[in-house]
């Protein structure tokens, strides 16, 4: 069974540019996270989809930060316009239930540098 | 405020010696709490969680509510376990994980 699948696993992208990241969850997972470490500090909560639903956007640190996860399948990251403060590595994981009772099976992350 | 502390942000043990990786928490309702772990090269995955109370790997954490602890705990240090280690907590009735800064355990031969 193929696992979280994060494209791309690198982007290095100039301040005011625009960045798009993907991630394919494991197949009848409706419980899709984002997750980001930012340098030198914790891995940090984003938001939750419930199948195309968003069931907590707490994370999410400003109106630059785009999610969507159309037909509740895949799901997209977009930055826009990215800032320096952005760069880190973005984690999506996945769940078949709630991961209080469920295993959150977690991507390979997609390592963002904005310069 | 919900937190996960974790003070170690590396562990050097040799081969053989007992580990125990700490963790500290602030969360007013009943938690849940896992660790996970993130072996070089690989993906950050499950090590276990409090309610299912099983030993995997060797590692066993308990839940201490009275200190606010779940510190990760095994007798005999393998060469193999040296990794990153989270630990995180799931407040109730969310879907999300908060996590700790991480400890980086380092096991020499």
């Known amino acids: 069974e193929a696992g ?18 993907r991630c394919d ?4 997972h409706d419980n899709l996270y984002w997750y980001r470490r930012v340098m030198g500090k914790e891995i940090k909560f984003l938001l939750h989809f419930v199948k195309e639903s968003k069931q907590d956007e707490s994370g999410m640190p400003n109106n630059r930060f785009l999610a969507e996860r159309t037909g509740g399948t895949y799901s997209t990251l977009k930055v826009q316009p990215a800032e320096l403060e952005d760069s880190g590595v973005y984690f999506c994981a996945s769940s078949l239930r709630d991961i209080r009772t469920a295993e959150a099976f977690f991507g390979q992350g997609t390592r963002l540098t904005v310069v | 405020a919900q937190r996960v502390t974790q003070p170690e942000k590396l562990l050097s ?7 125990e990786l700490k963790c500290n928490y602030s969360y007013s309702g009943s938690p849940e709490l896992f660790w996970y772990v993130q072996y070089s090269r690989q993906r950050l995955q499950l090590l276990l969680r409090h309610i299912s109370r099983e030993s995997i790997k060797g590692f066993t954490a308990d839940l201490n509510k009275g200190e606010t602890s779940f510190h990760l705990k095994k007798p005999f240090a393998q060469e193999e376990d040296s990794a990153m280690y989270y630990c995180a907590l799931s ?16 096991v020499k031969p």
């Open chain 1, 25 to 28: 969850p494991i197949s009848g």
């Open chain 2, 13 to 19: 043990v040799f081969k053989g010696a007992p580990v």
């Open chain 2, 91 to 106: 407040p109730g009735n969310t879907g999300k994980l908060i996590f700790g800064q991480g400890t980086t355990l380092q």
């Open chain 1, 4 to 21: 979280v699948t994060q494209f791309p696993s690198h982007s290095v992208i100039e301040k005011g540019q625009t960045v798009t990241l």
